[in-house]
């Protein structure tokens, strides 16, 4: 029994939605039209496909097992019919890029980009999201994001990696602050209560933790919070110390009355990167975007394209 490409379609968006009416507004198609492409679906594969887990639907056995080869099955359709030869031209391409990043790395290359595209491909739409979990990397490897912005300590061997610059973490707190005042000492750094901001603490490793562990030091965190906004709108209101990288807290500078303080321990800069997945690789208009988004990022010497190995 031959099955109908638009079939396919559906079915990826099915078991990466999880519900027919995401599904259906994602495909902007009626959700009957969505219900009665899963009933086809169903018939033609002998199997439920997904089946309801609480408030949501999660796929099967047998759909975990078709949802990694239909999407490859579909990119590479994707290509065909695009032609492989054919030129790749940013003014008339319209073209949806999911794009998953911390707050503090959108706001790196963000401006510059979106500028870029209104010139370049004003027809590009970009969705920008958080890391959604606690390996993003998998995220990317499920196809559900066509690419990673981040400081990532290992990769995959099918995930590419390009550099797009280098920082590192300082030290942020309100002037007019009672007891620090353009420097931090080792002693205050003991005594002061701090903020830490989840998402951005992951997706650079949390090295302040990792490190004072090895110092045999312990941070006294009096606020935990996941927005890297709302973090800045305290340390103005209070004497909390806020560890951030340093282009995060420059962007605040220029806008708030905050100190930039160098931090007091010996710790290791670190790169953020653009990941992206094998599968995706060759694709003109990925391939185009992410060469204007590393065109809209301050170089750095430790910039490279390359296929990261599993281990370093």
């Given at each position: 029994?031959?099955?109908?490409?638009?079939?396919?379609?559906?079915?990826?968006?099915?078991?990466?939605?999880?519900?027919?009416?995401?599904?259906?507004?994602?495909?902007?198609?009626?959700?009957?039209?969505?219900?009665?492409?899963?009933?086809?679906?169903r018939?033609?594969f002998?199997?439920?496909?997904?089946?309801?887990?609480?408030?949501?639907?999660?796929?099967?056995?047998?759909?975990?097992?078709?949802?990694?080869?239909?999407?490859?099955?579909?990119?590479?359709?994707?290509?065909?019919?695009?032609?492989?030869?054919?030129?790749?031209?940013?003014?008339?391409?319209?073209?949806?890029?999911?794009?998953?990043?911390?707050d503090?790395?959108?706001?790196?290359?963000?401006?510059?980009?979106?500028?870029?595209?209104?010139?370049?491909?004003?027809?590009?739409?970009?969705?920008?999201?958080?890391f959604?979990?606690?390996?993003?990397?998998?995220?990317?490897?499920?196809?559900?994001?066509?690419?990673?912005?981040?400081?990532?300590?290992?990769?995959?061997?099918?995930?590419?990696r390009?550099?797009?610059?280098?920082?590192?973490?300082?030290?942020?707190?309100?002037?007019?602050?009672?007891?620090?005042?353009?420097?931090?000492?080792?002693?205050?750094?003991?005594?002061?209560?701090?903020?830490?901001?989840?998402?951005?603490?992951?997706?650079?490793?949390?090295?302040?933790?990792?490190?004072?562990?090895?110092?045999?030091?312990?941070?006294?965190?009096?606020?935990?919070?996941?927005?890297?906004?709302?973090?800045?709108?305290?340390?103005?209101?209070?004497?909390?110390?806020?560890?951030?990288?340093?282009?995060?807290?420059?962007?605040?500078?220029?806008?708030?009355?905050?100190?930039i303080?160098?931090?007091?321990?010996?710790?290791?800069?670190?790169?953020?990167?653009?990941?992206?997945?094998?599968?995706?690789?060759?694709?003109?208009?990925?391939?185009?975007?992410?060469?204007?988004?590393?065109?809209?990022?301050?170089?750095s010497?430790?910039?490279?394209?390359?296929?990261?190995?599993?281990?370093?």
């Amino acid at each position: 029994m031959r099955l109908d490409l638009n079939l396919l379609v559906v079915l990826e968006v099915l078991l990466s939605e999880g519900s027919v009416t995401r599904a259906a507004r994602r495909l902007n198609l009626a959700q009957p039209t969505v219900s009665n492409a899963l009933s086809r679906l169903r018939e033609h594969f002998k199997d439920p496909l997904l089946e309801r887990s609480g408030n949501s639907m999660k796929p099967t056995a047998c759909g975990q097992r078709l949802l990694q080869p239909v999407r490859e099955a579909l990119a590479k359709v994707d290509i065909v019919v695009q032609g492989r030869d054919q030129a790749f031209n940013p003014a008339t391409a319209g073209r949806l890029v999911r794009v998953a990043a911390s707050d503090y790395a959108s706001a790196a290359f963000l401006p510059s980009l979106m500028d870029s595209l209104a010139r370049q491909a004003p027809l590009m739409r970009v969705a920008i999201s958080t890391f959604t979990s606690s390996d993003p990397i998998q995220e990317l490897i499920a196809g559900k994001t066509d690419l990673l912005i981040g400081a990532f300590a290992k990769t995959s061997p099918d995930v590419h990696r390009y550099d797009l610059f280098v920082d590192e973490l300082v030290c942020v707190v309100r002037k007019g602050h009672p007891s620090i005042r353009g420097k931090l000492s080792l002693k205050q750094f003991d005594t002061c209560s701090y903020i830490t901001v989840q998402p951005q603490q992951s997706s650079v490793g949390g090295s302040v933790d990792d490190l004072l562990v090895h110092m045999a030091r312990q941070r006294n965190v009096g606020l935990s919070l996941p927005h890297l906004f709302s973090a800045i709108q305290v340390v103005l209101a209070s004497d909390l110390v806020l560890t951030i990288a340093s282009r995060a807290a420059e962007l605040f500078a220029a806008a708030y009355p905050i100190q930039i303080i160098k931090h007091p321990l010996q710790l290791k800069p670190f790169v953020v990167s653009q990941l992206w997945h094998e599968r995706t690789h060759l694709d003109p208009a990925l391939a185009w975007f992410r060469t204007v988004l590393a065109e809209s990022t301050p170089a750095s010497p430790r910039r490279a394209a390359r296929k990261q190995p599993s281990r370093r």
